[in-house]
C-alpha cells in the first residue's frame, strides 16, 4: 500500500477497490457514529444559537473524537462543550462525507486520486477521527499499546484492524509530508 505523493497544488494517491472499499466503509460507519451525537440544524441563523450538547458522549470512541476541554473540571468543560461542539461536529461530518465523495469520484476498480489543498484538509481530519476510532477500539491509549499490537500472534481477530490501522497512520503521515513545505 502506498501513500500520499505531492501533486501540484496539493496531493495524489492511486488506490485500488479494496482500499477504497476499506475507506469508504470505515468513513460510512463514522458517518452513523456521529449521526448519534445529533443531527445537524439545516438553518444556518438557527444554527448560530443552537447550544450543543454540555455531556460528555458516552460511547467510547465519540469520547475521544469529543474530548473533554479542561480535564478535572467538568463544569467548565461541559460549557465549552456547548459553545464549540456542533460547530466541530459539522466539520467531522463534512470531512468524512468529503472522503466519500472523492472515492465516488474514482469509481469502480480506483484509480489515482488527485487533492487540492481544501481537499487535503477535509481528508486529513477524516483519516485522523478514522484513526482514533480504531485506536479506541483496539485499546490504544499509549504509544507502547500500539507497539505491542505489532506482536500479535497472526491468528488474533485484531491483526486485520491493526493493519488497517497502520494503514491510516501511513496516509496521514504521507498527507502531512505532502502539504509541508
Not at 501533486?7 to 485500488?16: D, E, H, N, T, V
Not at 469509481?107 to 481544501?118: F, K, R
Request: with cysteine; proline share 8%.
Amino acid at each position: 500500500m502506498q501513500g500520499f505523493e505531492p501533486f501540484p497544488g496539493g496531493a495524489a494517491i492511486r488506490l485500488g477497490d479494496a482500499e477504497t472499499s476499506i475507506l469508504r466503509g470505515l468513513a460510512d460507519q463514522l458517518t452513523d457514529l456521529l449521526a448519534t451525537r445529533g443531527e445537524p440544524v439545516d438553518d444556518p441563523i438557527a444554527a448560530i444559537f443552537e447550544p450543543g450538547p454540555s455531556r460528555p458522549p458516552a460511547d467510547p470512541v465519540l469520547a475521544r473524537l469529543f474530548p473533554d476541554a479542561y480535564d478535572g473540571h467538568s463544569e467548565y468543560s461541559a460549557e465549552f462543550r456547548r459553545f464549540t461542539e456542533n460547530d466541530l461536529l459539522a466539520r467531522k461530518r463534512a470531512d468524512a462525507r468529503a472522503l466519500v465523495a472523492d472515492i465516488d469520484a474514482l469509481g469502480p476498480g480506483g484509480g489515482v486520486l488527485s487533492l487540492d489543498a481544501d481537499d487535503c484538509r477535509h481528508w486529513l481530519g477524516a483519516l485522523n477521527d478514522l484513526r482514533l476510532a480504531l485506536a479506541v477500539r483496539l485499546g490504544i491509549e499509549t504509544e507502547e499499546d500500539a507497539d505491542a499490537l505489532f506482536d500479535l500472534p497472526e491468528d488474533d481477530d485484531r491483526v486485520p484492524t491493526v493493519i488497517v490501522y497502520s494503514w491510516l497512520n501511513l496516509l496521514q503521515d504521507t498527507l502531512v509530508e505532502t502539504m509541508t513545505p
